[in-house]
T-cell receptor, first 115, second 115 residues
């Protein structure tokens, strides 16, 4: 079975540009998570969807960040406008139901560099 | 609220030596504990998890971790490491409560196995 798919794997952009990261969760999983990983802050949960509905977006840094899940098989994380401090690895993960015992399955990540 | 402390940010060892990666947690509710591994340029993947029952849990590649409730610890051990075990290891905790979908991660421990 295919795991969580993310695209692009690498993105280099200039400050002020719009960036869109994409994620396809594992088929049948009802929960989707977006994380950001940096050296300074480690892994941070940005937003959590359950059955395509955003449940917790308290980790979204500011209004420049937005996320959507139009259907069960696709989600996007958008940054507009991007800033150098947004440079990080962004991971998408999915799990069966979002419960505390569920394993989260991570995608390979998108390495974002904002110049 | 939950938190995870990984006491060592880096652990260098020689091949075939034993290793212990330390993890302590704090939580006001019953917890479930996880170890995830991140190989270079990849996403995180589950190594093992403790949900209930026997406090000693094992992975398929020779790692084991022991849940110690009195010491609030979940240390990861392997009696003899291989070069291929070089990776970053993350301890994580979840639990029942208002945000029971949330996995709280430690900052990670980079295990480097040298020949």
């Amino acid at each position: 079975d295919a795991g969580v798919i993310q695209s692009p794997r690498h993105e280099v952009t200039e400050m002020g540009q719009e960036v869109t990261l994409r994620c396809k969760p594992i088929s049948g999983h009802n929960s989707l998570f977006w994380y950001r990983q940096t050296m300074m802050r480690g892994l941070e949960l940005l937003i959590y969807f359950n059955n395509n509905v955003p449940i917790d977006d308290s980790g979204m840094p500011e209004d420049r960040f937005s996320a959507k899940m139009p259907n069960a098989s696709f989600s996007t994380l958008k940054i507009q406008p991007s800033e150098p401090r947004d440079s990080a690895v962004y991971f998408c993960a999915s799990s069966l139901a979002g419960g505390p015992t569920d394993t989260q399955y991570f995608g390979p990540g998108t390495r974002l560099t904002v110049l | 609220a939950q938190s995870v402390t990984q006491l060592d940010s880096q652990v260098p060892v020689f091949e075939e030596a034993p290793v212990e990666l330390r993890c302590n947690y704090s939580s006001s509710v019953s917890v479930y504990l996880f170890w995830y591994v991140q190989y270079p340029n990849q996403g995180l993947q589950l190594l093992l998890k403790y949900l209930s029952g026997s406090t000693l849990v094992e992975s398929i590649n020779g790692f084991e971790a022991e849940f110690n409730k009195s010491q609030t610890s979940f240390h990861l051990r392997k009696p003899s490491v291989h070069i291929s075990d070089t990776a970053e290891y993350f301890c994580a905790v979840s639990g029942w409560g208002g945000s029971n979908y949330k996995l709280t991660f430690g900052k990670g421990t980079l295990l480097t196995v040298n020949p």
